[in-house]
């Protein structure tokens, strides 16, 4: 099985079959073991009712007690086997699953680091936690196939060929009639897929909106918002369960029809040799083994379905999995260094421009629009921007994140101690964590007092995304982060817009302090954050309107006062 640091190699991205067989050439010699040892067992399987036949024409009714006895002896002892052989094929048949679950696992982790800040900007949070929760699951269960579904296939050749010597008309019926019993089940499979597929769709955005709501719940309760969205969630989710029923429905006629048609068919087969017993075609032994026979194949049929259910299921999820997969990563064509000395950003798309040594405030009525604007000159989307002059896409993209830092308000923490949280990248500009400049990043984003507050200081456990601090303290800790980072330039999103006026005037003025000299840019509609800005970028519909102090574009520019006005009026 894969080691926990073992390299999982390279995924078959192609489509979802190709990379469930992947999955089996990963492990070859387990594979194949599981085979053999699933055909094994059934074939056993099988015998049993040609042990029982033998006792009888031999042993019971000439009254043959030593032959009896012979007889019995080895079907106890292909019995015992066989239990033996049950136990290894579980054992390998676990393994095998066990290896796909991890495998699966660390593919799917490596591509999310790969993909890096560009992750959320390919794919929402829920896509990627419902792989984890369920199709890693699904995948690993549907190469139950491996085991037993190779083993159905020979048994099933072999009690044809074992009632060939009894009768070519039972041979025949088998022969003909588990295939029919699989194409009866087909279509059903076939819808199983769509309907499979429709429902994992929709489970990942759900997931997603569950994800975003945790996370902006106060904010939309403060909003009056949140009925509305619960209502649009409630609807959401109802139309889920809908889809789960569908889904439920077409599994439901999958197991019936794969545990009534094969029990139908025994009972065909069964009234057929009773008939040819009764007219001396066959003997008593021989209808027994026919009994036995085809009670042996209702397991092999049973297994068909199944893995042909669980395929169908693995594939849908094989396909998620590699739709994750082939997310790229935004590529470097990058070949010339970052300017030599402070220069300007400037972002065409939108008319804006960054000056270095200066703090820059982006407003905006929608916020996502100098959000994305700060995207764009960081170099996380596409675009036109420029760097003193040269197109970003012409620079490596490692000396882009060496010295620019954009800095999201809704950044991952991880769980550790809270020095380790606030410890940057150590490919991050000047990333020193000395106790002074750790203390002074403290200073500048007013976090003191939530260091105070811990029972150790910096040394104090934080739960993942610092769950243990409030949503004002957990900005402010990213802050800490950002400015212990010191990059070149700093781009911050709404980096104060959870904390209170108060707190809020602290941590912008001592944010203009500690990044005197060094370019730094804020998207905000804080009145407070605006004042202390050097310029002030007015953005209507994601372009540049207007360009001045706080103080001058409240003078001249009507839609900019209101959008001021009515923040001002939320921080009352």
């Known amino acids: 099985m894969i080691d926990a640091y073992e390299d999982p190699g390279t995924p078959d991205v192609r ?124 995948i690993a269960q549907s190469l139950t196939v491996v085991g037993p579904g190779v083993g159905a296939c020979v048994a099933y050749l072999t009690v044809a060929a074992l009632l060939v010597s009894v009768s070519p008309v039972l041979a025949a019926v088998v022969l003909l009639g588990i295939p029919a019993i699989v194409v009866l089940v087909g279509p059903f499979l076939s819808r199983l897929q769509g309907t499979e597929t429709e429902y994992r769709n929709r489970q990942g955005v759900l997931t997603s909106r569950i994800a975003d709501l945790a996370g902006g719940l106060r904010v939309l309760n403060g909003l009056g918002g949140k009925s509305l969205i619960a209502d649009a969630f409630h609807r959401d989710s109802q139309r889920l369960r809908s889809q789960g029923y569908r889904v439920g429905a077409v599994t439901s006629w999958v197991q019936a029809l794969g545990v009534g048609l094969p029990t139908l068919f025994l009972a065909v087969v069964t009234w057929l040799a009773a008939r040819l017993a009764a007219e001396g075609d066959i003997t008593v032994g021989e209808l027994v083994a026919v009994y036995g026979y085809v009670a042996v194949l209702v397991g092999p049929v049973a297994f068909w379905v199944e893995c042909g259910y669980q395929l169908s299921r693995g594939v849908v999820a094989a396909r998620r999995v590699v739709r994750f997969l082939r997310l790229e990563p935004l590529e470097d064509t990058g070949t010339r260094d970052a300017p030599a000395e402070p220069s300007t950003l400037h972002d065409p798309e939108s008319g804006v421009s960054i000056l270095p040594g200066r703090l820059t405030a982006l407003a905006s009525a929608h916020p996502a629009d100098s959000a994305a604007v700060l995207d764009r000159v960081a170099r996380y989307t596409p675009s036109r921007a420029t760097w003193g002059g040269v197109p970003l896409d012409e620079i490596r993209l490692p000396r882009i994140r060496q010295h620019i830092l954009l800095a999201d308000h809704e950044a991952d923490l991880f769980a550790g101690t809270l020095r380790e949280v606030i410890a940057p990248f150590r490919g991050a500009g000047n990333c020193a964590t000395s106790p002074h400049s750790a203390a002074a990043a403290i200073h500048a984003a007013v976090a003191d007092d939530i260091v105070q507050g811990l029972p150790d200081g910096l040394d104090s456990a934080m739960d993942a995304q610092a769950r243990n601090l409030s949503g004002g303290q957990r900005q402010r800790i990213r802050l800490v982060r950002a400015l212990l980072a010191d990059p070149e ?58 360009s001045g102090t706080h103080q001058q574009l409240l003078t001249t520019e009507p839609g900019y006062r209101a959008l001021v006005a009515r923040d001002a009026e939320v921080m009352k």
Not at 125 to 131: K, L, P, Q, Y
């Open 489 to 546: 330039i700093l781009l911050a999103v709404e980096p104060t817009s959870a904390l209170d006026a108060h707190t809020e005037a602290l941590v912008t003025e001592r944010l203009r302090e500690a990044r005197d000299g060094r370019t730094t840019a804020v998207t905000t509609t804080s009145p407070l954050v605006l004042d202390h800005a050097d310029t002030v970028l007015y953005l209507v519909d994601g372009k540049l309107a207007a």
């Open 15 to 138: 489509g979802g079959w190709r990379y469930l067989w992947w999955l089996v050439r990963c492990q070859p010699g387990r594979s194949v073991a599981g085979a053999l040892l699933g055909s094994s067992w059934m074939v056993l399987l099988a015998a049993t009712p040609y042990l029982m036949a033998k006792a009888i024409d031999e042993g019971l009714e000439p009254g043959d007690w030593a032959a009896l006895a012979g007889w019995s002896f080895a079907l106890f002892a292909v019995g015992s086997f066989n239990a033996w052989l049950s136990i290894m094929r579980h054992r390998t048949m676990t393994r095998v699953r066990m290896d796909a679950n991890f495998r699966t696992v660390k593919v799917v982790v490596a591509q999310a680091v790969r993909l890096g800040a560009a992750l959320s900007r390919r794919t929402g949070a829920g896509e990627v936690v419902t792989i984890g929760v369920g199709d890693v699951q699904t």
